[in-house]
Structures are given as structure tokens and as C-alpha cells.
């Protein structure tokens, strides 16, 4: 089958969209389908994927082929994409209710919609205006042919890390660290917030008993054989056991609410509870549910579905992909305007700032020149005291 995968970037970041675009491209390719990606920002990581032989290209028109099945990520590359090949159904693969680029595009040649956690589902129902048991749900999943080495854990933990790509604030990496400190851990800091992004994750977690993680990461560090505890800017979740991996499953292992508050002597108390035992069944069961080869497994499925119901159904009534289009960009226009006035706004305050900057200068010359003209007085003044001049 010929494909064209989509995602706004390929650049520097490695995050969750970048990972699993590539990895799926390479796996697609490999099972013979016919594979290109469109990214309309380009750098390291689609460099690594052109070496590979999957092409990466800056416009739709250019993947040398008219894909029979687009997969969607990020909505502006994927209404992109569907006004390249007007005859070409699409599913719309959504990673995330947080991000503006994941919201998904209503257009009626996106015949399927899916999630990576049960917790979208509601959501994509209400956004994209179809019953949410239409809505599919692929879970998170790691590729365990880059993922193979398991780690055998000690009876108490000797080195942490907080790992991946989600902001978490100063203020709870300093309680981690104190936590950790607390407990005699070691812990260390990876991602692209800390500025050491690694593009090889699965060389480095095997070397960590206990990983503070969310999202794709999370799964990573299970997959290794790590213990885990859920941790971003909403708090620090307890440690994943057997019985309570379905439930961050359904989340994609992020963080609930504010139920879990980053405390020191909570988490102190939950990495007590660590067990090598326990963590090596998560493991086993993480490695055996959540396999990138059963997600490419569904996703085939449902790319043969979709062109198979798109050639039966009848040609689409143009006006309705011309209004699709139309509420889609005006759904761009507040975003655009929004940005728009948001960066005014930063200009005034950097208009402001220098202003104050420029005021503060002035004081202080006008400071240096009295001090300057004080102590060529001084010792005049000095020697009037001295001979006790009137």
C-alpha cells in the first residue's frame, strides 16, 4: 500500500510524535508498503529517516506518489496533505489533548479517528463530532527490537532518573532531588529540558532501578526493566504496579488531576514500596501488551480498512470538503491572531524593559559622577579637616 505519514516537525526533538512517526515509517517500509513523511520542519531526525530510505519531504506533492491512505498527525500537516491528493481517504492519529497542533480537524475524507489512551476518547468524540465507540484506541507501545535489554533490579534502588521530554517545574525537580537525597539515591536528570536529549534511550534506562517518567518514556523504562513512578508538572504518581498498569495505560501514564502532590515524605514513603519482584512482572506484562509490532499490526488493519470503505463510498459532494476547509481556517484565525497579539505584547514588554534599563543607566552615571567629582574633593576636603581650616 502507498502511504504518506504526516507530523509538523522532524527536527532536533526526539519527543513522543517524532519517535513513533519514524519508527512506524521504517517498520511500514519493511513490511513492503510504499512509505513517505511529510514534515514541513526538517533537521536531525529526518535525516536519520532519509538514510534509512524513508523520504522526508517539505510538500505533500512531492512524495512522488499518490498515497492511497494518508496518516494524519498534527492537524495543519494533515489538512495540508488532504488538499494535495483530493482523492485519498485519511486517519487521524492523535497523541495528546494538551498541545494545540494535536486537536483534530474535522474533513470528511478522515474516515477514522484514533488515540493512544482510553482517556481521549470523550474528548475526540466531542471535537471531532462522531459517537465515541466510532473512535479507536491503539495504547502507547514500545518497540522492543531496539528495546531489548532488560535489566535485573537490586533489592532497593541506588540510582534514579527523571526522565524525558515533559516540563516539570524547578520547584519539583528540587524535591525529587531531595527526596532522592533522603533515601541515599542517586539521581540523575535526561531530556530535552536539561539540555541532553539522548537519540539512543534504550543504551542508557537499563542502567537505572527507579525512573520518574510519563507518556511513551514511561513505557521505555518499563520495557527496560526500571521501576516507575508517573512524574510531571501535576505531581508524582505512586510506583506502576501489575494491578494498577491498565489504569495509567488508559492514561498513557500521565499524571491525574492534582490527586498526587510532589511531597518529599509521600514519595519518600512510595519508594519504600520498592520491589524488584513486582517490578519485573510489570515488566514481563508491559513487553507483552504493549509491542510496537501489535500497534503497526493495527494500524495495517485499519489503512486496508479505510481504503477499502473509501472505495466503495460514493465520491464526495465537493461543497463539503470546501466547507470543511473553511471552518478548519477559521479555526487558525484566533491561534494566528492570538500569537499575533501575544508577541505585540512581549515587544511592549521588551519596549518597556529597555526603557526602564535606559532610566536605570542614567542613574547610575549621574551616580559615577558624583562619586567621580567626591573623590577629586576628597583630598582637599582631607586636608581642610586636618589643619582645621574654617
Not at 11 to 36: K, P
Not at 95 to 112: D, N, S
Not at 358 to 365: F, G, I, V, Y
Amino acid at each position: 500500500m502507498k502511504l504518506l505519514l504526516t507530523n509538523d516537525e522532524l527536527h532536533e526533538v526526539r519527543g513522543g510524535t517524532q519517535v513513533f512517526i519514524s519508527d512506524l515509517a521504517v517498520a511500514l517500509q519493511e513490511r513492503g508498503h510504499t512509505v513517505a513523511v511529510y514534515a514541513w520542519l526538517r533537521g536531525s531526525v529526518s535525516a536519520a529517516l532519509d538514510a534509512r530510505g524513508v523520504p522526508v519531504v517539505e510538500s505533500p506533492a512531492a512524495c512522488g506518489f499518490v498515497p492511497e491512505v494518508i496518516h494524519g498527525q498534527h492537524h495543519l500537516a494533515t489538512m495540508t496533505a488532504l488538499c494535495a491528493f483530493p482523492t485519498t481517504p485519511a486517519i487521524y492519529y492523535c497523541h495528546g489533548y494538551g498541545p494545540w497542533q494535536e486537536r483534530p480537524p474535522r474533513h470528511p475524507r478522515i474516515l477514522k479517528y484514533v488515540g493512544m489512551a482510553e482517556a481521549m476518547r470523550l474528548w475526540l468524540a466531542i471535537e471531532t463530532g462522531r459517537p465515541a465507540g466510532e473512535i479507536g484506541i491503539f495504547s502507547n507501545s514500545v518497540h522492543l527490537g531496539r528495546f531489548h535489554k532488560v535489566r535485573e533490579l537490586c533489592q532497593r534502588p541506588r540510582r534514579a532518573l527523571l526522565y524525558g521530554n515533559a516540563f516539570i517545574p524547578a520547584s519539583h525537580v528540587s524535591r525529587l532531588q531531595q527526596t532522592c537525597d533522603r533515601a541515599g539515591i542517586r539521581l540523575d536528570k535526561l531530556g530535552a529540558p536539561f539540555g541532553n536529549a539522548v537519540t539512543a534511550p534504550e543504551e542508557v534506562l537499563p542502567e537505572y532501578d527507579l525512573v520518574f517518567a510519563i507518556g511513551r518514556s514511561a513505557l521505555e523504562a518499563m520495557a527496560c526493566g526500571c521501576a516507575v513512578m508517573p512524574c510531571s508538572v501535576r505531581g508524582c504518581g505512586p510506583l506502576i504496579e501489575p494491578n494498577s498498569l491498565e489504569f495509567w495505560s488508559r492514561r498513557n501514564f500521565t499524571v491525574p488531576g492534582d490527586i498526587f502532590p510532589m511531597e518529599v515524605k509521600r514519595v519518600e514513603k512510595e519508594i519504600r514500596r520498592f520491589d524488584p519482584g513486582i517490578a519485573a512482572e510489570v515488566t514481563r506484562r508491559v513487553r507483552a501488551l504493549h509491542s510496537f509490532d501489535g500497534t503497526c499490526g493495527q494500524l495495517e488493519a485499519l489503512y486496508a480498512e479505510v481504503h477499502a470503505t473509501w472505495s466503495t463510498t460514493p465520491t464526495k459532494d465537493p461543497s463539503s470538503e470546501s466547507s470543511a476547509l473553511s471552518a478548519y481556517l477559521a479555526t487558525l484565525g484566533p491561534l494566528i491572531k492570538g500569537a499575533d497579539h501575544r508577541l505585540s505584547q512581549a515587544r511592549e514588554q521588551a519596549r518597556t524593559s529597555r526603557g526602564r534599563v535606559a532610566k536605570l543607566k542614567q542613574r547610575l552615571e549621574e551616580e559615577k559622577r558624583r562619586w567621580k567629582q567626591l573623590t577629586e574633593r576628597m583630598p582637599s576636603l582631607l586636608r581642610r579637616w586636618l589643619i582645621r581650616e574654617p
